[in-house]
Protein backbone atom coordinates (compact mmCIF):
# COMPACT_ATOMS: atom_id res chain seq x y z
CA UNK A 1 0.00 0.00 0.00
CA UNK A 2 1.26 3.91 -1.14
CA UNK A 3 1.07 5.91 1.92
CA UNK A 4 1.09 9.00 1.87
CA UNK A 5 2.42 11.74 4.16
CA UNK A 6 1.52 15.64 3.88
CA UNK A 7 4.06 18.43 5.76
CA UNK A 8 3.88 20.20 7.57
CA UNK A 9 0.37 19.29 9.93
CA UNK A 10 -0.49 22.88 10.37
CA UNK A 11 0.63 25.98 8.54
CA UNK A 12 -0.07 29.12 9.94
CA UNK A 13 -0.08 32.06 7.81
CA UNK A 14 -1.61 35.42 7.20
CA UNK A 15 -4.20 36.30 4.05
CA UNK A 16 -1.96 37.47 1.20
CA UNK A 17 1.43 35.07 2.06
CA UNK A 18 1.82 31.96 0.01
CA UNK A 19 1.34 28.92 0.86
CA UNK A 20 3.47 25.32 0.15
CA UNK A 21 1.97 22.26 0.65
CA UNK A 22 4.03 18.66 0.60
CA UNK A 23 2.72 15.38 0.03
CA UNK A 24 5.58 12.41 -0.17
CA UNK A 25 4.72 9.28 -0.82
CA UNK A 26 6.11 6.12 0.22
CA UNK A 27 6.44 4.72 -3.62
CA UNK A 28 6.35 6.24 -6.76
CA UNK A 29 2.72 7.80 -7.77
CA UNK A 30 2.54 7.82 -11.77
CA UNK A 31 1.36 11.95 -11.78
CA UNK A 32 -2.15 10.94 -13.60
CA UNK A 33 -2.71 9.72 -10.69
CA UNK A 34 -2.40 12.66 -7.94
CA UNK A 35 -5.23 14.96 -6.89
CA UNK A 36 -5.62 17.29 -4.07
CA UNK A 37 -8.80 18.70 -2.19
CA UNK A 38 -9.84 20.74 0.19
CA UNK A 39 -12.49 20.66 3.25
CA UNK A 40 -14.12 23.06 4.81
CA UNK A 41 -14.79 22.72 8.75
CA UNK A 42 -18.50 21.48 8.40
CA UNK A 43 -17.98 20.99 4.22
CA UNK A 44 -17.31 18.41 1.70
CA UNK A 45 -14.39 17.88 0.07
CA UNK A 46 -13.76 19.49 -2.78
CA UNK A 47 -11.80 18.59 -5.60
CA UNK A 48 -8.78 21.48 -6.41
CA UNK A 49 -6.23 19.32 -8.85
CA UNK A 50 -6.08 16.17 -10.54
CA UNK A 51 -3.33 14.69 -12.54
CA UNK A 52 -0.70 16.38 -9.90
CA UNK A 53 -1.15 19.95 -11.76
CA UNK A 54 -4.71 20.26 -13.86
CA UNK A 55 -7.01 22.54 -12.08
CA UNK A 56 -10.51 21.55 -11.29
CA UNK A 57 -13.64 23.28 -13.07
CA UNK A 58 -14.07 26.32 -11.14
CA UNK A 59 -10.97 26.26 -9.07
CA UNK A 60 -9.16 29.94 -9.19
CA UNK A 61 -5.65 29.86 -10.87
CA UNK A 62 -3.71 31.00 -7.22
CA UNK A 63 -4.22 26.76 -6.67
CA UNK A 64 -1.30 25.18 -8.59
CA UNK A 65 -0.08 21.35 -8.63
CA UNK A 66 3.34 20.32 -9.40
CA UNK A 67 5.51 17.33 -8.46
CA UNK A 68 6.30 13.51 -9.97
CA UNK A 69 7.62 10.43 -8.43
CA UNK A 70 7.03 10.66 -4.75
CA UNK A 71 7.36 14.35 -4.35
CA UNK A 72 4.34 16.55 -4.73
CA UNK A 73 3.44 20.06 -3.85
CA UNK A 74 0.15 22.17 -3.20
CA UNK A 75 0.74 26.13 -3.53
CA UNK A 76 -1.56 28.64 -2.84
CA UNK A 77 0.33 31.86 -4.42
CA UNK A 78 -1.64 34.19 -2.85
CA UNK A 79 -4.08 33.01 -0.01
CA UNK A 80 -7.55 34.67 0.05
CA UNK A 81 -9.84 34.79 3.44
CA UNK A 82 -11.98 31.68 1.98
CA UNK A 83 -8.42 29.29 1.40
CA UNK A 84 -8.21 28.39 5.51
CA UNK A 85 -8.95 24.80 5.76
CA UNK A 86 -7.58 21.42 5.22
CA UNK A 87 -6.13 19.93 2.38
CA UNK A 88 -5.79 16.53 1.54
CA UNK A 89 -3.42 14.93 -1.23
CA UNK A 90 -5.12 11.57 -2.69
CA UNK A 91 -3.47 9.02 -4.79
CA UNK A 92 -4.76 5.84 -7.09
CA UNK A 93 -2.61 2.76 -7.88
CA UNK A 94 -1.85 -0.48 -6.66
CA UNK A 95 -3.74 -2.44 -4.27
CA UNK A 96 -5.76 -1.32 -2.36
CA UNK A 97 -6.17 1.58 -5.14
CA UNK A 98 -6.47 4.74 -3.22
CA UNK A 99 -5.35 6.28 -0.64
CA UNK A 100 -5.24 10.03 1.26
CA UNK A 101 -2.59 11.89 3.27
CA UNK A 102 -3.61 12.56 6.91
CA UNK A 103 -3.98 16.49 5.42
CA UNK A 104 -2.10 19.77 6.20
CA UNK A 105 -4.29 22.34 8.06
CA UNK A 106 -4.07 26.06 6.70
CA UNK A 107 -4.46 28.53 9.56
CA UNK A 108 -4.66 31.89 10.17
CA UNK A 109 -1.69 33.35 11.52
CA UNK B 1 -26.46 20.18 -11.65
CA UNK B 2 -24.65 16.70 -10.21
CA UNK B 3 -25.92 15.69 -7.17
CA UNK B 4 -25.23 12.92 -4.94
CA UNK B 5 -27.92 12.12 -1.49
CA UNK B 6 -26.73 9.53 0.92
CA UNK B 7 -29.54 8.15 3.18
CA UNK B 8 -29.72 5.13 5.42
CA UNK B 9 -26.75 6.33 8.32
CA UNK B 10 -27.75 6.15 12.11
CA UNK B 11 -26.58 4.49 15.31
CA UNK B 12 -26.38 0.68 15.55
CA UNK B 13 -24.83 -1.50 17.76
CA UNK B 14 -21.80 -3.11 17.58
CA UNK B 15 -21.96 -6.48 15.98
CA UNK B 16 -24.79 -4.84 13.86
CA UNK B 17 -25.84 -3.77 10.01
CA UNK B 18 -26.69 -0.75 8.51
CA UNK B 19 -27.34 -0.07 4.69
CA UNK B 20 -26.42 3.42 2.68
CA UNK B 21 -27.79 4.39 -0.21
CA UNK B 22 -26.47 7.09 -2.40
CA UNK B 23 -29.10 8.45 -4.90
CA UNK B 24 -27.53 10.15 -8.05
CA UNK B 25 -28.60 12.89 -10.22
CA UNK B 26 -27.31 15.33 -12.98
CA UNK B 27 -24.73 12.76 -14.73
CA UNK B 28 -24.64 9.60 -16.42
CA UNK B 29 -24.16 7.21 -13.44
CA UNK B 30 -24.19 4.25 -15.16
CA UNK B 31 -21.14 5.33 -17.09
CA UNK B 32 -19.21 6.04 -13.27
CA UNK B 33 -17.37 4.44 -10.81
CA UNK B 34 -18.39 4.87 -7.68
CA UNK B 35 -16.56 5.27 -4.37
CA UNK B 36 -17.62 5.35 -0.92
CA UNK B 37 -15.23 7.59 1.58
CA UNK B 38 -15.54 7.76 5.51
CA UNK B 39 -14.13 10.09 7.68
CA UNK B 40 -14.00 9.57 11.69
CA UNK B 41 -15.14 12.68 13.54
CA UNK B 42 -11.77 14.92 13.80
CA UNK B 43 -10.24 12.98 11.80
CA UNK B 44 -9.46 12.86 7.69
CA UNK B 45 -10.58 11.07 4.69
CA UNK B 46 -10.27 6.81 4.45
CA UNK B 47 -11.47 5.62 0.92
CA UNK B 48 -13.52 2.47 1.84
CA UNK B 49 -14.95 0.70 -1.50
CA UNK B 50 -14.88 1.42 -4.54
CA UNK B 51 -17.23 -0.27 -7.55
CA UNK B 52 -16.98 -0.23 -11.86
CA UNK B 53 -19.27 1.25 -13.53
CA UNK B 54 -21.33 -2.17 -14.48
CA UNK B 55 -20.80 -3.40 -11.33
CA UNK B 56 -18.50 -6.21 -12.28
CA UNK B 57 -15.41 -5.22 -10.32
CA UNK B 58 -15.32 -3.91 -6.71
CA UNK B 59 -12.36 -3.04 -4.68
CA UNK B 60 -12.28 -2.89 -0.61
CA UNK B 61 -9.97 -1.38 1.87
CA UNK B 62 -8.43 -3.83 4.49
CA UNK B 63 -10.49 -2.60 7.27
CA UNK B 64 -13.74 -3.34 5.66
CA UNK B 65 -12.94 -6.34 3.40
CA UNK B 66 -15.24 -9.22 4.31
CA UNK B 67 -17.56 -6.94 6.31
CA UNK B 68 -18.69 -4.29 4.09
CA UNK B 69 -20.31 -4.76 0.14
CA UNK B 70 -20.88 -2.43 -2.23
CA UNK B 71 -23.59 -2.65 -5.04
CA UNK B 72 -25.12 -0.40 -7.49
CA UNK B 73 -28.15 -0.24 -9.33
CA UNK B 74 -28.01 1.52 -12.60
CA UNK B 75 -31.59 1.24 -13.13
CA UNK B 76 -32.38 3.32 -10.02
CA UNK B 77 -29.15 5.24 -10.53
CA UNK B 78 -28.55 4.32 -7.19
CA UNK B 79 -25.41 3.48 -5.04
CA UNK B 80 -25.15 1.27 -1.59
CA UNK B 81 -23.02 -0.08 0.75
CA UNK B 82 -23.95 -2.84 3.14
CA UNK B 83 -22.50 -2.88 6.32
CA UNK B 84 -22.11 -5.74 8.79
CA UNK B 85 -20.19 -6.35 11.59
CA UNK B 86 -19.98 -2.83 12.51
CA UNK B 87 -17.02 -1.97 14.88
CA UNK B 88 -16.78 1.15 17.11
CA UNK B 89 -14.35 2.48 14.73
CA UNK B 90 -16.75 2.14 11.92
CA UNK B 91 -18.22 5.34 13.42
CA UNK B 92 -17.72 8.19 11.02
CA UNK B 93 -19.47 10.63 7.94
CA UNK B 94 -19.77 8.29 5.37
CA UNK B 95 -19.63 10.00 1.92
CA UNK B 96 -20.42 8.44 -1.68
CA UNK B 97 -18.12 10.41 -4.48
CA UNK B 98 -18.05 9.40 -7.88
CA UNK B 99 -14.33 9.31 -10.32
CA UNK B 100 -12.15 7.10 -11.40
CA UNK B 101 -8.79 8.00 -10.17
CA UNK B 102 -9.87 10.59 -8.33
CA UNK B 103 -13.33 11.92 -6.73
CA UNK B 104 -14.99 14.56 -8.80
CA UNK B 105 -18.33 14.78 -7.23
CA UNK B 106 -19.63 14.09 -3.25
CA UNK B 107 -22.58 13.92 -1.43
CA UNK B 108 -23.31 15.45 1.63
CA UNK B 109 -22.30 12.26 3.32
CA UNK B 110 -24.35 10.53 6.15
CA UNK B 111 -23.31 9.71 9.81
CA UNK B 112 -22.80 6.54 10.93
CA UNK B 113 -22.29 5.74 14.78
CA UNK B 114 -21.50 2.31 15.84
CA UNK B 115 -22.15 2.32 19.92
CA UNK B 116 -24.04 0.53 22.51
Known sequence: ?109 | EVQLVEAGGGLVQPGGSLRLSCAASGFTFSRNWMHWVRQAPGKGLVWVSHINNDGSSTTYADSVKGRFTISRDNAKNTLYLQMSSLRAEDTAVYYCASGGSYFDYWGQGTLVTVSS
Open chain 1, 1 to 109: EIVLTQSPGTLSLSPGERATLSCRASQSVSSSYLAWYQQKPGQVPRLLIYGASSRATGIPDRFSGSGSGTDFTLTISRLEPEDFAVYYCQQYGSSPGWTFGQGTKVEIK
